[in-house]
Structure formats: structure tokens, C-alpha cells
């Protein structure tokens, strides 16, 4: 049970901390003006996709990832 509410709460801040990311990397990019953007090689209507695929997208943890499986009972139970 508690292993359960660690996991939940790790994927909850390693989300918030994506979405952190994504959203300021989107507001500072937002502050240029069309000539800085230009000067980089993006127009203003890629900035979404820009901050989007700059980061990593998180990979959510499954609550029974610390399970040790016995692989001499793999495929009778």
C-alpha cells in the first residue's frame, strides 16, 4: 500500500517538474521577438513543438516494478 503511494507521488513530481519545464522553456521562448526567433531558425508557431521535444517525456513507474519474479513458477501461475 504505501509502496504504492511513493510510486504515484514520484510520477506525480517527475510530471510536474516535465510540464515545469515544457512551460517555461515556452514562455521564454515566447518573450523574443520574431527577429531573435528568426536568428535561431524557428518561427513563433514552433515554439510548442520546440519546448515539447526538447525534454524527455517522463516514463510512469508501475507499483509492482520492485516484484521479483520467480522464474522457476514463470508460466504456471
Known amino acids: ?11 506525480f513530481r517527475t510530471e510536474m517538474d516535465y510540464r515545469n519545464k ?8 515566447s518573450a ?12 513563433r508557431g514552433e515554439i510548442y513543438d520546440v519546448a515539447h521535444n526538447s525534454y524527455k517525456r517522463p516514463v510512469t513507474i508501475l507499483a ?3 516484484v521479483r519474479v520467480n522464474e522457476n513458477l514463470r508460466g504456471f501461475v
Do not use: P
Request: overall charge neutral; aromatic content about 6%.
Open 1 to 11: 500500500m504505501i509502496n504504492k503511494l511513493v510510486v504515484a507521488y514520484k510520477n
Open 22 to 29: 515544457v512551460r517555461t522553456t515556452i514562455k521564454e521562448l
Open 32 to 43: 523574443l521577438s520574431n527577429y531573435e526567433l528568426n536568428d535561431i531558425g524557428i518561427s
Open 64 to 66: 509492482n516494478d520492485n
